[in-house]
């Protein structure tokens, strides 16, 4: 690899001084048309390069946005960052992905250290525990901040959220409506929203069909597989046992279609099972996994967008963007069989009381 070429060069080969190769270069003054003339012909010919990182730190701002994530092995966050760097490259800005980890103190550690790059701004997937409320200063000297998928606590800046709550709320009334009534829900970690808002919206669908909710049928898991597995173990060996999870992922839900049929039990036949994301595998499960679509390549653009309105200069309210679920009806719910719905039906005895 050749060495990089030098603005001293540049000048050298146009006769005429750095300080006037500078000017050409970074726009900070007018030069006569000729010698721009020379200098660029001269870039040309020596296959010039300038510093991107160098050009930004003399303006105060690069044209870079960094984006952070909790964890890049999540097959739902490569959508979101597709997206945001659709976006951001069609404005001729460039992307750098850190990844926490959902470690709070890398995420600090990713933003103290990114910061000296000057970015033009920041799009956060907050991890558990965030701290990030408290770590933007939101001044004119500060450069944007949206956070996406994820609203940290204490967050009172721009935010792109997908509808968890309805989501739910969606995927819980179709078990429901297939006659279940012994629903258990595996939920991410509950000091994230979006874990809250997808319990909520399972619990609002029970009480609004009067259907009791059995505190040990909520299992608390971390939105991966193994975790999800972990759970469904569990709640799969109660008695009664549970006729249909809704797992709040779709990791998680890949995790009790393992634990039922290491247990023997049959998806739908003997337990239906609801997921939320709709990542590629769901419809290649085996059953199809029914699951509550969420747009992840919109949320990316959708975040990028509102960060673009911010780097412009927009300085409205901060806004709360909320972008649709949908639930998409596959194989692995099926209507209640007769042996569950026996084990359901003192239960349903108890409310016609």
């Known amino acids: 690899m050749n060495p ?3 603005m001293r ?5 146009a006769k005429v001084s750095i300080g006037t190769v500078s000017h050409v270069i970074n726009g900070t003054a007018t030069v006569r048309e000729r010698l721009r003339e020379r200098v660029l012909e001269a870039i040309r010919s020596l296959g010039y390069q300038p510093s991107q990182l160098a050009r930004g730190l003399r303006r105060n701002q690069t044209s870079m946005l960094v984006m952070i994530v909790p964890d890049i092995t999540n097959p739902f966050f490569p959508a979101v960052v ?5 976006v951001a490259y069609k404005s001729s800005l460039r992307l ?3 990844n926490t980890d959902n470690d709070p103190r890398k995420e600090i550690s990713y933003l103290n250290e990114m910061r000296s790059y000057r970015p033009a701004g920041w799009l956060v997937i907050p991890s558990v525990d965030s701290e990030i409320a408290s770590h933007f200063r939101f001044t004119a000297a500060e450069p944007p901040v949206v956070c996406l998928d994820r609203q940290a606590r204490g967050w009172h800046g721009d935010v792109v959220l997908v509808a968890n709550e309805a989501g739910a709320h969606s995927a819980t009334r179709h078990l429901l409506r297939m006659g279940h009534r012994q629903l258990a829900v595996i939920t991410g970690p509950l000091h994230l929203a979006n874990a809250v808002e997808r319990l909520e919206g399972f619990k609002r669908a029970l009480a609004e069909a009067k259907v009791p909710i059995e505190p040990d049928y909520i299992q608390e898991a971390r939105f991966e597989r193994t975790s999800g597995y972990h759970a469904a173990a569990r709640l799969l060996r109660m008695l009664p046992r549970p006729t249909a999870i809704f797992a709040c992922n779709d990791l998680m839900a890949l995790g009790v279609l393992l634990a039922a049929r290491e247990l023997g039990l049959r998806c739908p036949e003997d337990i239906s099972i609801v997921g939320f994301d709709n990542l590629d595998f769901a419809e290649f499960t085996a059953p199809a996994l029914t699951t509550v679509h969420q747009p992840g390549y919109q949320l990316g653009t959708a975040a990028a967008r509102l960060l673009l309105e911010r780097i412009a200069g927009s300085k409205q309210a901060a806004k709360r963007v909320m972008l649709p679920s949908e639930l998409k009806i596959r194989n692995s719910v099926g209507p209640i069989a007769e042996t569950q ?5 003192a ?3 108890l409310e016609a009381r």
Do not use: K, N, W, Y
């Open 96 to 98: 750098v992905l850190c």
């Open 9 to 13: 060069q540049i000048a050298e080969r």
């Open 347 to 349: 239960l349903d005895r």
């Open 341 to 345: 719905f026996a084990a359901g039906s």
């Open 4 to 6: 990089p070429v030098t």
């Open 82 to 86: 597709r997206g945001v760097e659709d």
